[in-house]
């Protein structure tokens, strides 16, 4: 039996097909599935109860709690189970484990993924997966050979240690995305240095699948952003004189295609080849949307793309290349009409791009509804390669510097240009647009497939007296729960209200809380609140809406 083990952390919304002649083993997924189990919420939640309380106990308490809470309850957007599971994993991770867990990143209780000497230390490092991993490992003896599949850096961790755990005897082959890229540094690890690298393997095809289930004949096939995919048809000649004189490319075989190589140009045919004729959902190149009967054709129904900016009557994509804002909020309509939801993300930090610029995205965002949702932002990067697509930064006054020596395993490169966000203000600018975009529409819990998938739009301005007679209950994204202790450690009992969409935390009155606390479907104010006097009764709703532990509900 050959084995091919998918190591925690990816996104777990994806499941693969299997290859053939292989057996799969996701770890990623059985780790999650094992975590938000009941046995395994129940005997969390327990050890922190029974446990001395501390500032660090009681929040992981709050976490665990709230997460238990949201994945129970009906998904109204499909991300509220996501958000709760994002908030089991933090509260299972760091210290004394050498990971912090998100739902869609892990980072290192001290260094980074981008550096070989930082990973080694944290393989000898408890972990909240350790448990999983020793599970797979038992299998390794037994298997005619393993490999390791590595899309991204944050698995690298667990990588290490079950590279290190397969016995001598059996075969070790590492691939995937990032072993590709950075086999020679990966080949000096101890753990990697007897394993082959396999470069022609074909890339794994996923599917969007819920966590506690296996993607059906249905489920959406899933183009992963390293890709690189544009969309594309071939254009017709001119005239019949040109057919004459220059033939139609011939169709490429992307069953042919290794993980050396990415999607590139594809026509619908081309595309269809490689998802099966399924239909599809995933990352395009902003290129692809002025082909928007391309996409349809190919089986598209969920396009995500990247944006750096939006001013001056056109949109700036991650690579530089402009296009008209009419012509895409034609494009936009187009597969709106067809059914294809458009998804945004913000890269924010590119060449050229300051605050100023930011401004007038916001303000462009608002005036024209040029994507169907905005996910979120993310850091701009500069790749370390090019991959062939032309870059039209690379035109600007930009000046590409070398990752530190140290960062042996980075994933792109400084660099500096004039009327760009400094690198240093960065985090605080991300954060501020998030909070803003909050404002607008609820942002995606992370960026994980399943997330792209559906989600809410921003709400229609209502009259005030329509919010006075508006039903009410608890936001979709809010638990209210019971500590056996505060926040900071003190031995009292205490209800808090934790929405974890916006991170809200809120101490709440012990007489109210029991009574918002099932609150799961509108009734109105003066049901839930009855025991508050009418006259204070609109000043707290307003107050809970507006820190979003409660919302209005309008026909």
Same mark, same amino acid.
């Given at each position: 039996?050959?084995?091919?083990?998918?190591p925690?952390?990816r996104?777990?919304?994806?499941?693969p097909?299997t290859?053939?002649?292989w057996?799969?083993m996701?770890v990623a997924r059985d780790?999650?599935?094992?975590?938000v189990?009941?046995?395994?919420m129940?005997?969390a939640?327990?050890?922190?109860?029974?446990?001395p309380?501390?500032?660090?106990?009681?929040r992981?308490l709050?976490?665990l709690?709230?997460?238990?809470v949201?994945s129970?309850r009906?998904?109204?957007y499909g991300?509220?189970?996501?958000?709760?599971?994002?908030?089991v994993?933090?509260?299972l991770?760091?210290?004394?484990s050498?990971v912090?867990?998100?739902?869609?990143?892990l980072?290192?209780?001290?260094?980074?993924?981008?550096r070989?000497?930082?990973?080694?230390?944290t393989?000898?490092?408890?972990a909240?997966?350790a448990e999983?991993?020793?599970?797979?490992?038992?299998r390794?003896p037994?298997?005619?050979?393993?490999?390791?599949w590595?899309?991204?850096?944050q698995?690298?961790?667990?990588?290490?240690?079950?590279a290190?755990?397969?016995?001598?005897?059996?075969?070790l082959?590492?691939?995937?995305p990032?072993a590709?890229a950075?086999?020679?540094v990966l080949?000096?690890?101890?753990?990697?240095?007897?394993?082959?690298f396999?470069?022609? %393997?074909?890339? !794994? #095809?996923?599917?969007v699948?819920p *966590?506690?289930? /296996?993607?059906g004949? &249905?489920?959406?096939?899933?183009?992963?952003?390293a890709?690189?995919l544009?969309?594309?048809?071939?254009?017709?000649?001119?005239?019949?004189?040109?057919a004459?004189?220059?033939?139609a490319p011939?169709?490429?075989?992307?069953?042919?295609?290794?993980?050396?190589?990415?999607l590139?140009?594809?026509?619908?045919?081309?595309?269809?080849?490689?998802?099966?004729?399924?239909?599809?959902?995933?990352?395009?190149?902003?290129?692809?949307?002025?082909?928007?009967?391309?996409?349809?054709?190919?089986?598209?129904?969920?396009a995500v793309?990247?944006f750096?900016?939006?001013r001056?009557?056109?949109?700036v994509?991650?690579?530089?290349?402009?296009?008209n804002?009419?012509?895409l909020?034609?494009? %936009?309509?187009? !597969? #709106?009409?067809?059914?294809?939801? *458009?998804?945004a /993300?913000?890269?924010? &930090?590119a060449?050229g791009?300051d605050?100023?610029?930011?401004?007038?995205?916001?303000?462009a965002l608002?005036?024209?509804?040029?994507?169907?949702?905005?996910?979120?932002?993310r850091p701009f990067h500069?790749?370390?390669?090019?991959?062939g697509?032309?870059r039209?930064?690379?035109?600007?006054?930009v000046?590409?510097?070398?990752?530190?020596?140290?960062?042996d395993?980075a994933?792109?490169?400084?660099?500096?240009?004039p009327n760009?966000?400094?690198?240093a203000r960065?985090?605080e600018?991300?954060?501020a647009?998030?909070?803003?975009l909050?404002?607008?529409?609820?942002l995606?819990?992370?960026?994980?497939?399943?997330?792209?998938?559906?989600?809410?739009?921003?709400p229609?301005?209502?009259?005030?007296?329509a919010s006075?007679?508006?039903?009410?209950?608890?936001?979709?994204?809010?638990a209210?729960v019971?500590?056996?202790?505060?926040?900071?450690?003190?031995?009292?009992?205490t209800?808090?209200a934790?929405?974890?969409?916006?991170?809200?935390?809120?101490?709440?009155?012990?007489?109210?809380?029991p009574?918002l606390a099932?609150?799961?479907?509108p009734?109105?104010a003066?049901?839930?609140?009855?025991?508050?006097?009418?006259?204070?009764r609109?000043?707290?709703?307003?107050?809970l809406?507006?820190?979003t532990?409660?919302?209005?509900?309008y026909?």
């Amino acid at each position: 039996m050959k084995l091919l083990v998918l190591p925690p952390h990816r996104d777990v919304t994806l499941a693969p097909e299997t290859p053939e002649g292989w057996h799969v083993m996701d770890v990623a997924r059985d780790f999650c599935r094992r975590v938000v189990s009941d046995a395994a919420m129940a005997d969390a939640i327990q050890a922190r109860v029974t446990a001395p309380a501390t500032p660090r106990s009681m929040r992981e308490l709050l976490l665990l709690r709230a997460g238990q809470v949201l994945s129970l309850r009906e998904q109204r957007y499909g991300h509220t189970r996501l958000r709760a599971l994002g908030a089991v994993l933090t509260a299972l991770s760091g210290p004394p484990s050498g990971v912090r867990l998100r739902l869609d990143d892990l980072e290192l209780e001290e260094g980074t993924t981008e550096r070989s000497a930082d990973v080694l230390r944290t393989v000898g490092q408890p972990a909240p997966y350790a448990e999983d991993l020793a599970r797979a490992a038992e299998r390794f003896p037994q298997a005619e050979r393993v490999r390791l599949w590595l899309e991204r850096d944050q698995q690298l961790p667990a990588a290490a240690w079950l590279a290190r755990a397969c016995p001598p005897q059996v075969p070790l082959e590492v691939a995937g995305p990032f072993a590709v890229a950075h086999r020679k540094v990966l080949a000096r690890m101890p753990m990697f240095q007897r394993a082959e690298f396999v470069d022609a %393997a074909a890339p !794994l #095809r996923w599917r969007v699948a819920p *966590l506690d289930g /296996e993607p059906g004949p &249905g489920s959406l096939v899933w183009i992963p952003e390293a890709l690189d995919l544009l969309v594309c048809t071939f254009a017709p000649p001119l005239n019949a004189s040109d057919a004459l004189l220059f033939d139609a490319p011939a169709p490429r075989d992307l069953g042919t295609l290794t993980t050396k190589q990415v999607l590139g140009a594809c026509t619908p045919g081309e595309l269809k080849g490689f998802t099966g004729g399924a239909p599809w959902g995933g990352h395009v190149l902003v290129a692809s949307l002025p082909h928007a009967e391309a996409l349809i054709e190919s089986g598209c129904r969920v396009a995500v793309v990247g944006f750096c900016a939006v001013r001056e009557g056109f949109m700036v994509d991650p690579l530089g290349t402009r296009m008209n804002v009419q012509d895409l909020a034609r494009c %936009a309509r187009r !597969l #709106r009409d067809a059914g294809v939801r *458009l998804v945004a /993300e913000w890269w924010v &930090g590119a060449p050229g791009v300051d605050e100023a610029a930011l401004e007038e995205t916001l303000a462009a965002l608002d005036a024209e509804p040029l994507f169907d949702h905005v996910a979120g932002a993310r850091p701009f990067h500069w790749p370390l390669e090019h991959r062939g697509l032309d870059r039209p930064f690379q035109r600007l006054s930009v000046e590409p510097q070398r990752p530190p020596p140290d960062r042996d395993l980075a994933r792109s490169q400084p660099f500096e240009a004039p009327n760009t966000i400094p690198t240093a203000r960065l985090p605080e600018v991300l954060a501020a647009l998030s909070t803003r975009l909050m404002q607008r529409a609820p942002l995606n819990p992370g960026r994980v497939a399943a997330a792209c998938l559906r989600g809410p739009t921003a709400p229609s301005p209502v009259r005030e007296d329509a919010s006075e007679r508006a039903p009410i209950r608890l936001d979709d994204d809010c638990a209210l729960v019971q500590l056996p202790a505060s926040l900071d450690g003190a031995p009292k009992p205490t209800w808090y209200a934790a929405n974890l969409r916006t991170g809200t935390v809120l101490a709440m009155d012990a007489r109210l809380a029991p009574k918002l606390a099932g609150l799961d479907h509108p009734v109105p104010a003066a049901d839930a609140l009855g025991a508050v006097p009418e006259a204070q009764r609109r000043k707290l709703v307003d107050t809970l809406v507006g820190k979003t532990v409660l919302t209005r509900v309008y026909e």
